[in-house]
């Protein structure tokens, strides 16, 4: 098993940044695939950024190269780094994660793919 804990939001002005980090806690890290996902109040939860084992990313559209995901195995910590900041990125933002498939290795966008969650850190843009 993982526990996985955010940290890193708050409130900050449309155009500013901001880097959310999750740390686990438990088994190997590095054997853990890794996504980070926003729920909004009223909306589904949305995939925002994807990271693999292996280090492969993958990003939800509405990102537009705006946050970028990464991690470090050594510190059991994943980041996002989100620059640009507009209203419409408010959120909860949860992490999750999943072991790794030795057979199929890829970056994961489905909530349904990941078993382990984080409780959520809020992110709230505004002026």
């Known amino acids: 098993q993982v526990q996985l804990v955010e940290s890193g939001g708050g409130l900050v002005q449309p155009g500013g940044s901001l880097r959310l980090s999750c740390t686990a806690s438990?088994?190997?890290?590095?054997?853990?695939?890794m996504g980070w996902f926003r729920q909004a109040p009223g909306k589904e939860r949305e995939f925002v950024a994807a990271?693999?084992?292996?280090?492969?990313?993958y990003y939800g559209d509405f990102v537009k190269g705006r946050f970028t995901i990464s991690r470090d195995n050594a510190k059991n910590t994943m980041y996002l780094q989100m620059n640009s900041l507009v209203p419409e990125d408010t959120a909860v933002y949860y992490c999750?994660?999943?072991?790794?498939?030795?057979?199929?290795?890829?970056?994961?966008?489905?909530?349904?793919?990941?078993?382990?969650w984080g409780q959520g850190t809020q992110v709230t843009v505004s002026s």
């Open positions: 999750a994660a999943d072991p790794l498939d030795p057979y199929n290795t890829r970056v994961r966008p489905g909530p349904n793919e990941y078993g382990y």
């Open positions: 438990g088994r190997m890290f590095s054997d853990y695939d």
């Open positions: 990271i693999s084992w292996s280090a492969d990313t």
